[in-house]
């Protein structure tokens, strides 16, 4: 199939460009055969600002995707789009308009709203501290205060997954899985916590643990990435997982964000 020509790609926000693009990745990603480059403009929240935006625009002409509240400043890029003959939309305007229309209530204007340093926010923070110092089977005695609980053999993803959970504002804490270790009934009998197991399939894990240690330049015994030694650690978490009935996730083929969703999924069950 022949290479797809080369586009531009103009990402405007007036606060920190998340959402733009978020959105924006989540699609490019089924036009695999396209070449596009991708100009990020966040914080655009003044005249002079949307100016240069509008210069940049002028330099490398393109489809414009922005989030933008300020109704001058949005009439100006529009304007300025029009003019210059290039596609211009609003991702958040579908939204909004079905809110305000079934809410009955017309929207704020509030810059950066989803950003603010209230309880939520604090709350986050609060979790990716303590996603910090219980990874890696880190603080096992406050383990127990965990929403979530996350088991597997090394290279899991145990540690990103956490992380995103705490971003998402769960107290998620892991416990690598190695040859002759043995979990503290303590932390089994905590009845607080969901706890997951993770999995991946042998060879990929095989693949991931013998590139890992070429990157790192580790020196490791060869049983760490050697295949059957992984097969047998792997059934034998499976063996443990199955022993206290915990849920299963494989993430051979997941990636982190589609891991995590899963994991709420199950915690919101757990909880109800």
């Known amino acids: ?32 055969e396209t070449e596009v480059t991708e100009h990020f403009w966040s914080l655009v929240r003044t005249k002079g600002q949307i100016k240069r ?17 300020d109704s001058r400043i ?31 209530i017309k929207a704020g204007s509030e810059i950066g709203r989803q950003h603010m340093l209230d309880d939520e926010y604090f709350n986050r923070i609060d979790a990716m501290q ?11 005695s406050t383990l127990k205060d965990a929403d979530i609980i996350l088991v597997g053999v090394s290279r899991t993803s145990k540690t990103p997954t956490c992380m995103y959970l705490a971003n998402r504002g769960f107290r998620a804490g892991n416990i690598p899985l190695v040859p002759g270790f043995r979990l503290s009934d ?33 020196d490791r015994s060869l049983e760490y990435a050697d295949i059957d030694s992984v097969r047998l650690e792997v059934a034998s978490s499976r063996r443990l997982f199955e022993k206290h009935s915990w849920p299963v996730i494989d993430v051979t083929r997941k990636s982190i964000e589609e891991t995590a ?3 709420i999924q199950l915690f919101n069950e757990h909880r109800s």
């Open 261 to 263: 969703a899963s994991i």
């Open 130 to 140: 303590y996603a910090l110092q219980h990874d890696d089977g880190q603080a096992l």
């Open 1 to 32: 199939m022949a290479k797809a020509s080369a586009y531009n790609l103009h990402l405007v926000s007036d606060s920190s460009g998340e959402t733009v693009n978020s959105i924006a990745r989540a699609c490019l990603v089924q036009y695999k």
């Open 186 to 218: 303590e932390v089994v009998a905590a009845s607080r916590p969901l706890f997951v197991g993770l999995t991946r399939e042998p060879k990929s894990l095989s693949d991931i643990r013998q590139n890992r240690l070429r990157i790192m330049k580790e």
């Open 74 to 104: 949005r009439a100006y890029l529009e304007g300025a789009c029009q003019n210059l003959g290039v596609p211009c939309v609003s991702v958040l305007d579908p939204v909004m308009q079905a809110l305000q229309s079934y809410l009955k």
């Open 53 to 69: 935006v509008v210069e940049g625009i002028k330099s490398d002409p393109g489809i414009v995707v922005f989030t933008l509240l």
